[in-house]
């Protein structure tokens, strides 16, 4: 598995476009950094171009999240866009290429995105997209598929793309998941343009913050609190609403949930967080010492 090298960390909070954390696995069009407790912050740093996707951005963000996935000691995931642009959607001159391409080449190209999409979304540790400026298409598919989004009160957002002519298509098993599929139809037939407040309404976020610096402190308050919670767990608990959700609630399920809770119970991160509990300490995964 690989590592994080304290080296090479930097404070994600005082310099949001860092250091690459493992250059082998990505390009600079997305950037990785940590901090030494394990807060992981993964930008998409394509300024000029508003973050928009193209097939670079794609596989970088799809091998990032392969890196994270892997990596020893990663706590939370932060996702971001460069220069206070979430992204802007799918970039002007990849669509004009795909436009060119038969259907196989373009069923490869969104299979890209798709394959993406579901690797953060099925990442273990707490995923939580910081929003501003505007997440468009694509972009607020990616919004969609991280567990938890914060968002600027001047983000503006979209599934515009059937002024294009095209669908939501790989996005959409997040959105509707998100948001509902009446209000994703609606969304996704008008393509109108809505607010922070709609998105936390819609389900699409679940907190606003006044401006960049409101997503500063989301970021750090969050990054603290998930430093008390077992990273088996957070993994046991995302997987646990996976399992349940959409089941009818009979014998099955109930002896499915009282399974898993005897299974974690005996578990040693249980064991570990039990008796911490007990002799008023800290468990050993908070990583930040003292009593």
Same mark, same amino acid.
């Given at each position: 598995m690989a590592q994080f090298d304290s080296d090479q960390i930097q404070n994600p909070i005082a310099d949001p476009i860092v250091e690459v954390v493992d250059t082998d696995a990505q390009s600079q069009t997305v950037v990785i950094n940590a901090t030494a407790e394990g807060v992981a912050t993964v930008v998409i740093n394509r300024p000029r171009r508003k973050n928009a996707f193209d097939a670079e951005v794609i596989g970088a963000l799809n091998e990032a999240f392969e890196t994270l996935e892997a990596a020893d000691g990663v706590r939370v995931v932060f996702v971001r866009g460069a220069a206070g642009t979430f992204s802007a959607g799918a970039d002007l001159d990849w669509m004009r290429h795909a436009s060119t391409l038969t259907e196989s080449d373009n069923r490869e190209d969104a299979m890209a995105m798709a394959r993406m999409l579901h690797r953060l979304y099925s990442l273990p540790m707490l995923t939580v997209a910081l929003v501003e400026g505007s997440a468009f298409g694509g972009g607020a598919g990616l919004v969609a598929a991280c567990d938890m989004a914060i968002a600027t009160r001047a983000t503006r957002f979209a599934f515009s793309e059937v002024r294009l002519g095209l669908v939501a298509a790989t996005i959409s098993p997040y959105v509707v998941q998100a948001i509902g599929p009446r209000r994703?139809?609606?969304?996704?037939?008008?393509? %109108?343009?809505?607010?922070?407040?709609?998105?936390?309404?819609?389900?699409?976020?679940?907190?606003?913050?006044?401006?960049?610096?409101?997503?500063?402190?989301? %970021?750090? %308050?969050?990054? %603290?609190?998930?430093l008390d919670c077992g990273p088996t767990a957070v993994a046991e608990s995302k997987r646990l609403v996976e399992h349940v959700a959409g089941r009818k609630i009979d014998n099955g399920l109930l002896s499915d949930t009282a399974h898993w809770i005897a299974r974690v119970r005996v578990s040693p991160e249980a064991q570990e967080g039990v008796g911490a509990f007990l002799e008023r300490r800290r468990p050993t995964w908070d990583v930040r010492g003292g009593e």
């Open positions: 994703a139809r609606a969304l996704f037939s008008t393509a %109108r343009v809505f607010d922070a407040e709609e998105a936390q309404a819609f389900g699409l976020i679940d907190e606003v913050v006044e401006d960049g610096a409101g997503l500063h402190a989301a %970021r750090e %308050r969050i990054g %603290r609190a998930m």
